[in-house]
């Protein structure tokens, strides 16, 4: 984990999400030693004998030093660095290399088997693509994300002889990879991979095998998929007021308050008020202007985006203020402590903020437009950030909703929303 930290601190950081970097692929690679006759008539270029040696003579089958070469399984290191295309697959570029030993056989029905101790390296270029889980699953929040691997590269072998011995054993192959594995996130930017792969070498039709670990980067953060603002509400056509017949007017003898507001027929500028709404002395309802001033926290875990449990139904409130208040805005800040790189935290705490208003757009409804959002990194600590209760506090997105609304007044002191 720290060397995968010192590879990505003094990277700036990139504009898009998504840069992958594995420095360090440590494995076993394992030669399918079954298989060694195949591998003998391989790197063995010059037919049924090894070719000249340095005295100029051919080396036969039968000689002491026979026509074949065995490869030893042994220590795989590689580095590879590519690309998520989607929040569920990438692509990346992977150079490895082994060396091991290797021995010359003697294959003749009187002597057996006898080795010659030679050493050998071999350097793998290859293009691979994975696909993860979150293509059937789409559980991007999660940590732990089993994969798939394929991919197509080159191989080449060189057998290192002692000087002097004349042979040129080598061999240049195309090869396919075919992998399964898993990544495990510690964090936003840093993962842990462990795969099992099968290596096949189709110039010779054999297979090779590894066993892989290693540490993976992720410059800028994880690709996420984007949430679609719901479409508008289609506002209902109001149905056509209903025609009042019109009627003689009965001759009053007394006036009378027909609506039962207190005012009567003869001075009610506002006939057929509804029962119990205030009114004033002309019969007409009395309004008032309402306002609305509500302030919303949420804290997170470290290195965490993703809003915790306890928090929403503080931020489900939020949403019945703003489908209350249909004029109503709100204006979410999003802040970090100071923990890791500048840019990572600017990153974050406007990840925090949109995590805020993605779950007000997509599991309430509320219009994207009444929603704004602004990181601060950890520029306006409401805590000391050294301490660890510190800087929990400072973990934190904190929301102002503003707004008013026009309300009828009631008889009994209450208020209901004007029609």
């Not at 001075?267 to 509804?274: E, G, K, M, R, W």
């Amino acid at each position: 984990i720290a060397l995968a930290i010192l590879v990505a601190a003094p990277l700036p950081m990139v504009a898009n999400a998504g840069v992958t970097i594995t420095p360090l692929m440590l494995g076993y690679h394992y030669m399918n030693e079954a298989h060694d006759d195949q591998r003998a008539t391989l790197v063995d270029r010059g037919g049924p004998t090894f070719g000249p040696n340095a005295n100029g003579t051919s080396i036969d089958a039968n000689s002491t030093v026979p026509g074949g070469v065995a490869l030893d399984s042994d220590v795989y290191v590689g580095a590879a660095i590519g690309i998520e295309v989607t929040p569920w697959m990438g692509v990346e570029l992977e150079y490895g290399q082994t060396n091991g030993d290797a021995a010359a056989n003697k294959r003749s029905a009187d002597a057996g088997f006898r080795g010659q101790p030679w050493d050998y390296k071999q350097q793998m270029l290859t293009a691979n693509a994975y696909v993860t889980s979150d293509l059937i699953t789409q559980n991007y929040e999660g940590a732990f994300k089993p994969y798939v691997l394929l991919g197509v590269g080159r191989s080449e072998v060189e057998v290192i002889t002692p000087k002097g011995e004349g042979f040129d054993l080598s061999t240049r192959d195309t090869i396919g990879n075919l992998g399964a594995g898993a990544f495990l996130r510690l964090g936003e930017t840093v993962s842990l991979r462990g795969e099992g792969r099968a290596i096949h070498n189709f110039d010779n039709n054999w297979w090779e095998f590894m066993g892989l670990a290693g540490l993976q980067v992720v410059l800028g953060g994880h690709l996420m998929p984007s949430i679609p603002a719901p479409p508008p509400a289609v506002e209902p056509v109001p149905e056509p007021a209903p025609v009042e017949p019109v009627v003689a007017e009965p001759v009053v003898v007394a006036p009378v308050d027909t609506d039962g507001d207190g005012v009567t027929d003869d001075l009610d500028q506002c006939p057929n008020t509804a029962m119990g709404v205030a009114v004033d002395a002309k019969g007409c309802p009395v309004q008032l202007t309402e306002d609305l001033q509500l302030e919303l926290r949420v804290f997170f875990d470290i290195n965490k985006s993703n809003i915790k449990d306890q928090y929403k139904p503080e931020v489900a409130k939020v949403a019945d203020a703003l489908k209350t208040y249909t004029d109503a805005t709100a204006k979410i800040e999003g802040h970090t402590d100071n923990t890791g790189p500048r840019k990572l935290n600017e990153r974050l705490s406007v990840a925090r903020a949109n995590s805020v208003k993605n779950m007000l757009i997509s599991e309430y409804g509320i219009a994207p437009t009444r929603i704004s959002t602004q990181g601060f990194a950890w520029d306006k600590p409401i805590a000391p950030n050294n301490t660890v209760e510190g800087r929990a506090m400072n973990r934190r997105v904190y929301a102002v909703i503003q707004g008013q609304r026009e309300v009828v007044k009631m008889q009994d002191g209450t208020t209901q929303p004007a029609k």
